[in-house]
C-alpha cells in the first residue's frame, strides 16, 4: 500500500523524469518496519502535555448533525467522494467548511492538479517528500508562497486568543508556512469567536474564517488552520482501513458521516498513514457515551495519543512542508532518533527522492558523544549504489556532491551511541 502511493504519485511527474524510477521498494530492505517507524515518531516528539482539545464533552463544537440536515456528496475532478452536510447554504464535513453548497453541488471540488502554474514548484517536492496526512491543496486554493495573511475579529474570546496566538506560532516555527498579520491583502484569514471549532479549507478567496469556540483548545488551533491550509482528515485517506476499525454502531445518530473515507484517488495522502497526525480524530470521536469509534489495527500505539496532540507530528510538518515548501534551492530539516550502535534510517522520511540535477547537501548533526555517520545512495543500473559518504569520528558529517538527474537517499547511520538528530538537505 505504501509503496502503491509513491509509484502513483511519481506517475504524475512522469515526463519530468529522465532516470528510470527505481523498481524496488525502500520497504522491503532498507525502511524500518511499520511498528518501528511509529516508535521513531513517538521518541523525538516532546511530551502533550497543554491543554488536551478533544474532549468527548465537546462533540458538538466540532461537527453537526445530520439529523434534519441535508447529507450531500461532494464528488471532488479526482472522483473522490466527500460526505457534507448542509448548514445554512455552506457545505460542513465534520468542522470543515468545503465552500457553498451550490457551488459544490454544481461544479464539484477541484483538488490538486500538477499542470496549475501556480502549484508547479510545488508539484515536484509533491512526488518526493510526500510524509504525513492527506491533504487536498486545490487547484487554486493553495496560499501563495505559504504566506497566510490573518486578522482577528473582535468576539475572540480570551481562551480562544491564547490558542490562536499558540498555534499560529506553532506553525510558523515549525514548518515554512507562514502566518502573517493582514495587511490590505485580497485573500485572508478572519480568526473569529463562535460555537463551534471549524474551518473553510484551503484558499476560498477573499475573507475566510476560522472559527474557534473557548473550549477548541491548542491542539484545535492548530487543527483548524490545517484545514485552511487545505488539511482533510487523516482517518478519511483512502488506505485508512488498514490502519483503524470504525466502529460504527458505537456512533452517535447523525454523525456517521464524519467517518467516511474518501473513495479511491491518486496523489493526495501524503507517505504513511499517521495515527500522530494533528488531523486525526480521537479514538471516541462522536461515541455514545463515549464509546470508542476509531481504533488501530496496529500494536503498539499510543491510543491515549491519537486525536489529543497540541503539536503538529513529524508527517504534518513534512506534508506542510511538501506542500509549502521550498523546492529548489532551498534547504528542508529532517529529524530522527538512532536507537544503538547500527542503527540507521533513511532519509527523508524514509523515502528516496527525485533529482533533476545540481548540488545535492546533507549536512547531519548528531548528538553529543556519538558517531554518526552520513552516505548518500543514487538509483543505478536498476540497484542503489552508495555515491558518497562521511565518516569522520564525529557526531557532525556533511555531503555536497554535483549529482545528476536521478534517485536519491540519504542513509543515517550510528557507528557508536544513539540519540536525536537532525539532516538538512538542500538541492540546488
Ligand atoms: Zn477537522
Redesign the pocket.
Known amino acids: 500500500m505504501k509503496f502503491k502511493s509513491i509509484a502513483a504519485l511519481l506517475l504524475l511527474n512522469a515526463s519530468a523524469f529522465a532516470a528510470t524510477e527505481p523498481t524496488n521498494s525502500l520497504t522491503s530492505a532498507n525502511v524500518k518496519t511499520q511498528n518501528n517507524e511509529i516508535q521513531t515518531i513517538e521518541t523525538g516528539d516532546t511530551a502533550s502535555e497543554k491543554l488536551t482539545s478533544f474532549d468527548s464533552t465537546k462533540d458538538h463544537l466540532?461537527a453537526y448533525s445530520s439529523e434534519g440536515r441535508e447529507v450531500f456528496n461532494v464528488v471532488t475532478d479526482k472522483g473522490d467522494v466527500i460526505k457534507a452536510v448542509d448548514v445554512d447554504g455552506f457545505a460542513y464535513s465534520?468542522?470543515?467548511i468545503l465552500g457553498r453548497t451550490q457551488d459544490l453541488k454544481n461544479y464539484g471540488l477541484k483538488v490538486y492538479n500538477g499542470d496549475d502554474e501556480e502549484n508547479s514548484a510545488a508539484q515536484k517536492t509533491h512526488s518526493t517528500d510526500k510524509l504525513g496526512t492527506i491533504i487536498y491543496p486545490t487547484s487554486g486554493r493553495k496560499w501563495p508562497n505559504g504566506r497566510v495573511p490573518v486578522a482577528f475579529a473582535s468576539n475572540l474570546g480570551p481562551k480562544a486568543v491564547e490558542a490562536i496566538n499558540y498555534a499560529l506560532n506553532h506553525w510558523n516555527t515549525n514548518t515554512n508556512v507562514q502566518f502573517v498579520a493582514r495587511s490590505n491583502e485580497r485573500d485572508y484569514i478572519v480568526v473569529q469567536g463562535g460555537n463551534s471549532c471549524s474551518?473553510m479549507i484551503g484558499r476560498q478567496g477573499g475573507a475566510q474564517y476560522v472559527t474557534l469556540a473557548e473550549g477548541c483548545g491548542y491542539g484545535g488551533a492548530i487543527?483548524?488552520l490545517g484545514?485552511a491550509l487545505g488539511f482533510y482528515?487523516e482517518q478519511t485517506r483512502q488506505d485508512r482501513d488498514n490502519y483503524v476499525t470504525i466502529y460504527w454502531n458505537n456512533i452517535q445518530r447523525g454523525m456517521e458521516y464524519n467517518f467516511y473515507e474518501t473513495t479511491a484517488n491518486q496523489g493526495t495522502s501524503h507517505g504513511n498513514y499517521d495515527y500522530y497526525s494533528i488531523?486525526h480524530y480521537r479514538t471516541t470521536a462522536f461515541g455514545i457515551n463515549n464509546a470508542t469509534t476509531i481504533w488501530p489495527t496496529y500494536s503498539g500505539v499510543d491510543t491515549a495519543r491519537i486525536g489529543n496532540s497540541t503539536q503538529l507530528s513529524r508527517g504534518d510538518i513534512a506534508a506542510a512542508n511538501a506542500i509549502y515548501g521550498t523546492p529548489d534551492g532551498g534547504v528542508t530539516q529532517y529529524t530522527g532518533y538512532l536507537s544503538k550502535t547500527n542503527d540507521f534510517q533513511i532519509q527523508p522520511n524514509g523515502k528516496y527522492f527525485n533529482h533533476s540535477g545540481g548540488q545535492i547537501e546533507g549536512t547531519l548533526t548528531g548528538p553529543n558523544n556519538s558517531d554518526f555517520d552520513l552516505e548518500l545512495y543514487q538509483w543505478q543500473s536498476n540497484k542503489w549504489v552508495k555515491v558518497s559518504s562521511s565518516t569522520n569520528y564525529a557526531s557532525s558529517e556533511k555531503i555536497t556532491i554535483n549529482g545528476q538527474d536521478g534517485f536519491y537517499y540519504f542513509k543515517v547511520l550510528s557507528y557508536e551511541g544513539s540519540g536525536n538528530y537532525t539532516l538538512k538537505i538542500k538541492k540546488n
Open positions: 466540532w465534520g468542522d470543515m474551518a487543527h483548524e484545514h482528515h488531523m
